[in-house]
């Protein structure tokens, strides 16, 4: 049966439609619209949100976990309960993403997040949101810039040990954040993106010369930018430097005030503008859950209001991305329209995602009905409402 949706504006996110209409059939959308010049078909199922506004679903290109879950943990049904939890804050799409640990761990995590994106059962028999593909983080990062994540298992990157993980991952491996100082580093990152693998610079010390090469070698991302990150010098730029004067590269932040200063959030925001920022999480199994200690790949973190913390370092986030969006409003003083944008488009052209993060004739039915404070009101995945 076919849907149709009405409400008060639309936001592909690149063009605002007001007083719009979309109509779903087979979890895709079939046609969109301002309502005076849409005809909708007879016998079309209505639903009306005459003071909301639709945007495209959200995507979380880096969250660990949330609602008591870690993405590492085979869990199936805490991955239900977290996915359900992400849709209640506007996700539709996300890269389930591991940290470092020993590497048997490693690959027998990605090997089963794999087997999951992989399955034909994936056609969901809950409303939740999707995942799209693995995000590594670790083990290819600094030990100088590694936070949390333990030393002892960090190790150089190679293309055999690439191979090795992408094999696990049955393919599915997306996104991979990789410190581009590190010995081999260009050469995995120029042979990952000619394997589909999209290489984000992070968890990095590296001068502007060595994050120059690892852009130039293929690298078309940064990884949580400021955060264990080598400090902006104004004789030795670092990477924080390349990051914010390439006018190519995308960069990701972690705008819950905490683990950057709202005051740098805007210049990150101007430096990269609307094209170029994307917004994430970050999150971890607390996300959704009363303080206390959580589990975060091998090691447990403490968790008290905002901060999530390991031995004195953060550790992740609780932070949601309905909420990271209603930060950068008010922030920045961004538009909800400028501030979705970077929780939409922009992470599904920084992985590749087609039919995701706008809204367009033939593109998925995942979409979000917010109010004009950014709000969630309504998620929709695949042309399904998400309920509790």
């Known amino acids: 049966m076919k849907t149709c949706i009405t409400a008060a504006r639309l936001f592909t996110p690149i063009e605002v439609i007001e007083n719009p209409v979309v109509v779903i059939e087979d979890g895709t959308i079939q046609s969109l619209g301002p309502q005076s010049s849409l005809e909708v078909p007879a016998g079309t199922q209505q639903a009306d949100f005459p003071d909301l506004v639709i945007t495209p679903g959200f995507i979380d290109i ?39 640990a020993p590497m048997d761990r490693i690959l027998g995590a990605v090997d089963r997040l794999g087997n999951v994106i992989s399955a034909e059962e994936m056609e969901h028999a809950h409303v939740g949101a999707r995942p799209l593909g693995i995000h590594l983080e670790g083990p290819f990062i600094s030990p100088a810039k590694c936070g949390v994540h333990p030393r002892e298992f960090l190790i ?13 991952s049955g393919g599915t491996l997306k996104m991979m954040t990789i410190a581009p100082e590190l010995a081999g580093a260009p050469e995995v990152i120029r042979h990952a993106r000619e394997r589909g693998v999209y290489a984000s610079i992070g968890h990095s010390n590296a001068t502007f010369e060595e994050a120059g090469k690892g852009i130039v070698a293929g ?5 949580h930018t400021f955060n264990a990150m080598r400090a902006l010098d104004h004789r030795e730029p670092g990477i924080l430097g390349a990051v914010l004067s390439d006018d190519h590269l ?14 740098i959030i805007e210049v990150f925001l101007k430096a990269k503008g609307v094209d170029r920022a994307v917004l994430i999480t970050d999150a971890i199994s607390a996300t959704g859950m009363p303080d206390g200690t959580y589990q975060l790949g091998p090691f447990e973190v403490q968790v008290h209001g905002d901060r999530c913390e390991f031995q004195g370092k953060l550790a992740g986030s609780v932070l949601t991305l309905d909420r990271a969006v209603r930060n950068v409003m008010s922030f920045a003083g961004w538009t909800l329209q400028q501030s979705a944008t970077l929780a939409t488009r922009n992470p599904a052209r920084l992985i590749g995602a087609e039919g995701k993060g706008e809204l367009a004739i033939g593109n998925d ?24």
């Not at 949330?66 to 996700?91: L, Q, T, W």
């Not at 150089?156 to 696990?168: G, H, R, S």
């Not at 995945?381 to 309920?387: H, L, M, N």
Request: charged share 20%; no cysteine; glycine share 10%.
């Open 219 to 223: 690298a078309i991302s940064a990884t």
């Open 156 to 168: 150089a990157p190679t293309l055999d040990l690439f191979e090795k993980i992408l094999e696990a």
């Open 365 to 388: 039915a995942d979409l979000v009905l917010l109010s004009a404070k950014g709000e969630v009101v309504h998620t929709m995945v695949g042309g399904r409402f998400a309920r509790e």
């Open 62 to 100: 880096h969250v660990h976990g949330g609602a008591g879950h870690d993405v590492m943990r085979d869990d199936p049904s805490g991955r239900v309960a977290f996915e359900k939890a992400m849709a209640r804050h506007g996700v539709t799409s996300y890269l389930p993403t591991t940290v470092t």
């Open 250 to 263: 995308m960069a990701d932040i972690i705008a819950d005030g905490v683990h950057v200063a709202p005051a």
